[in-house]
């Protein structure tokens, strides 16, 4: 894919993902002010700006803007900020606010009808979906056994949207006899060519073995049965590689900002 091919799919994702960002579950909202698009999710959900077009002069008065929308000093929420968002300092900015960046991820892009879909599951490991409250407690445990962090809100959010809006996610676990070892989502952007691959997370002891790309192959059939053309997935270092290998081209950068308070 050539630059003019990567700068066109980026401007894209730009406008039909972040500028016209759709809420992630029930309860949630999208709101726009000036050159800030932002996601209300409320307290179960993620809350965080999606978008921005910001210069020099207008940056600062935004981001405090965005701090007291969301709470003020006591604030929880994050700005998702992106390689190539203006000003370029605007990373330093969050950080004289109080922000707090976490590890950047690479914005990748992938055809769904490509070569993401022609991985199978290594032998004794099949792809189950996960439809009930049964199903995201085992998503919910293989997230805290691969991350090592808390799943509570993974099960609380992927439960709720499969409650209210189930067309709107593809959720699946890989199982090796009764055990969960990976577990991945599917989340289609409506009106656009984009549907998004999120977790993606496999268990010590079966890293290495293709069951990541089996996750990744089966939601690629999965998106291109709807008529989603594009597969984008923020990538960690580790699974940059083997995106890569399976088709998918970087675009840019994406770092989160979690707003932290001014101490």
Do not use: C
Not at 16 to 23: E, I, K, S, Y
Not at 51 to 74: E, V
Not at 183 to 211: C, K
């Amino acid at each position: 894919m050539d630059h003019r091919h990567r700068a066109a799919l980026l401007a894209e994702f730009d406008r039909d993902v972040r500028l016209g960002a759709r809420p992630d579950g029930p309860g949630a909202r999208v709101e726009r002010a000036g050159d800030v698009v932002r996601h209300i999710g409320g307290a179960h959900s993620w809350n965080g700006v999606v978008w921005s077009a910001l210069d020099a002069a207008a940056a600062d008065a935004a981001i405090a803007a965005q701090i007291d929308r969301f709470g003020g000093p006591r604030a929880d929420f994050e700005w998702k900020l992106y390689g190539h968002d203006g000003p370029a300092d605007l990373g330093e900015r969050l950080r004289a606010a109080g922000f707090e960046p976490g590890p950047a991820e690479t914005l990748m892009v992938g055809a769904s009808d490509g070569p993401a879909r022609a991985a199978e599951p290594p032998e004794g490991v099949r792809i189950v979906p996960v439809t009930d409250a049964a199903g995201v407690g085992l998503m919910a445990e293989v997230h805290e056994k691969a991350f090592g962090s808390d799943g509570s809100w993974l099960r609380r959010q992927v439960l709720a949207r499969l409650t209210a809006d189930p067309g709107s996610v593809v959720a699946v676990v890989a199982m090796a006899g009764d055990e969960a070892v990976s577990a991945a989502r599917l989340e289609f952007v409506p009106g656009t060519n984009f549907a998004g691959l999120w977790g993606g997370g496999t268990v010590e002891g079966w890293r290495g073995r293709g069951v990541y790309r089996a996750l990744v192959a089966h939601r690629a059939r999965a998106a291109a049965a709807r008529g989603y053309r594009h597969l984008q997935v923020d990538a960690s270092e580790g699974s940059r590689p083997i995106l890569e290998r399976l088709g998918f081209v970087p675009l840019t950068t994406t770092t989160p900002y979690r707003y932290t308070g001014r101490g």
